[in-house]
T-cell receptor, first 114, second 111 residues
Framework: NAGVTQTPKFQVLKTGQSMTLQCAQDMNHEYMSWYRQDPGMGLRLIHYSVGAGITDQGEVPNGYNVSRSTTEDFPLRLLSAAPSQTSVYFC?????????????FGQGTRLTVV | DAKTTQPTSMDCAEGRAANLPCNHSTISGNEYVYWYRQIHSQGPQYIIHGLKNNETNEMASLIITEDRKSSTLILPHATLRDTAVYYCIVRAQGGSEKLVFGKGTKLTVNP
């Protein structure tokens, strides 16, 4: 198993550009989520999905869209990039809603918006 | 979900046990204690979790006090590769999907 795979690893965008951060997992996990991590801060939840076709907002959803058409993939779209979206983005998955199911994280995408 | 308090940083000698404390004095009866770590800006890695009994796995041991208001993560023989930020998280049964990582403890393992 590859686990949770994020692409790209690094990206530089100009203000106003759009792009999609890719996240794929091969563990057949129901739950997937996106976090961002800013310097000196913990991770903050952007969006999450509890299964194919179902998504919901986290605590910092503005400026981001998600969709979940398959169990494996959970892309994060930046519609019009802003410097405030410069951050490291992590995708995570976990098997199901059981509270003793651990989360698996990808290696992150480091995004810079200039 | 209950709030947690951890020391900002700790040091440990290589080969010695690293004991990382976490205070969660407002924890409720249905809340689990989870530990994750993040090595040098990599994705967080799950370590261990528990409800009220002590737990051990191949990575670490988790000791939870009887009143469940605090816990200690023990890395029995720390190596240089254990240098990381360690996060203690409390999550409720049926709680939100959000994992609240806080600022964690920066553990430095010294040769």
């Amino acid at each position: 198993n590859a686990g949770v795979t994020q692409t790209p690893k690094f990206q530089v965008l100009k203000t106003g550009q759009s792009m999609t951060l890719q996240c794929a997992q091969d563990m057949n996990h129901e739950y997937m989520s996106w976090y961002r991590q800013d310097p000196g801060m913990g991770l903050r939840l952007i969006h999450y999905s509890v299964g194919a076709g179902i998504t919901d907002q986290g605590e910092v959803p503005n400026g981001y869209n998600v969709s979940r058409s398959t169990t494996e993939d959970f892309p994060l779209r930046l519609l019009s990039a802003a410097p405030s979206q410069t951050s490291v983005y992590f995708c995570a998955s976990r098997p199901d809603r059981r509270m003793n199911s651990e989360a698996f994280f990808g290696q992150g995408t480091r995004l810079t918006v200039v | 979900d209950a709030k947690t308090t951890q020391p900002t940083s700790m040091d440990c000698a290589e080969g010695r046990a690293a004991n990382l404390p976490c205070n969660h004095s407002t924890i409720s009866g249905n809340e689990y204690v989870y530990w994750y770590r993040q090595i040098h800006s990599q994705g967080p890695q799950y370590i261990i979790h528990g409800l009220k009994n002590n737990e051990t796995n191949e990575m670490a041991s988790l000791i939870i006090t009887e009143d469940r208001k605090s816990s200690t993560l023990i890395l029995p023989h720390a190596t240089l590769r254990d240098t990381a930020v360690y996060y203690c998280i409390v999550r409720a049964q049926g709680g939100s999907e959000k994992l609240v990582f806080g600022k964690g403890t920066k553990l430095t393992v010294n040769p």
